[in-house]
């Protein structure tokens, strides 16, 4: 029988908690379990993880594995680093050194943390201050260029009325077209030379 370590699903619809349980490793999510270990609760912030730490090394010890989740819930108490401490082969009082530091170093993570949200967060206000700075701006400059538009588009109609009055006869009209028709006529020898 493999025995394993492992999250159970309790509470109600998106309000989770979670047992930290050893149970075989052919039972249900929720089936039935050897043993409570602990509790997680990933709804606060942060998340609350209690554990038996000595239970948890004798199961360990007597050859249990444990699911990726429970090994970074381990991971963040720091009980699988006293227990590579403890294999490693040094004494209580140098266990507890170490575990000091490695408290330390935790602390200085949070804060580092703590202080690149932050300064993501002031990031995004400016963002958002900019962008709604620049909406504004846009309207502003957009009645000008409107404007323009529509008195370049009323110059661009007058000289079209102009050409539609300037030739009353339809000989004029005729002898503009034949004029324009030798000039086509050359540039299209110009561009057989060139393919051949």
Not at 42 to 64: F, H, I, Q
């Amino acid at each position: 029988m493999a025995v394993k370590i492992r999250l159970t699903r309790m509470g109600r619809k998106k309000k989770p908690f979670y047992r930290i349980v050893v149970m075989d490793t052919r039972a249900k999510r929720d089936g039935k379990f050897i043993e409570r270990l602990g509790v997680y609760n990933p709804m606060v912030d942060p998340p609350e993880v209690t554990v038996n730490e000595e239970r948890v090394s004798y199961w360990l010890d007597t050859g249990a594995l444990i699911s990726d989740t429970v090994r970074s819930l381990l991971k963040a108490k720091g009980i699988i680093y006293k227990r590579y401490l403890k294999k490693k082969g040094l004494s209580d009082g140098e266990i507890e050194e170490e575990m000091k530091k490695w408290e330390v170093l935790q602390i200085e993570k949070r804060r580092k943390a703590e202080k690149k949200a932050e300064a993501k967060k002031v990031k995004e206000e400016k963002e958002i201050v900019v962008e709604e700075v620049e909406p504004e701006a846009v309207e502003e400059s957009d009645k000008p260029v409107e404007e323009a538009e529509t008195e370049a588009a009323e110059e661009a109609d007058k000289p079209a009325e102009e050409e539609k009055a300037e030739p009353e006869n339809s000989n004029q009209i005729k002898e503009e077209s034949v004029e324009d028709q030798p000039a086509k006529q050359e540039a299209e020898p110009k561009k057989e030379e060139k393919k051949e």
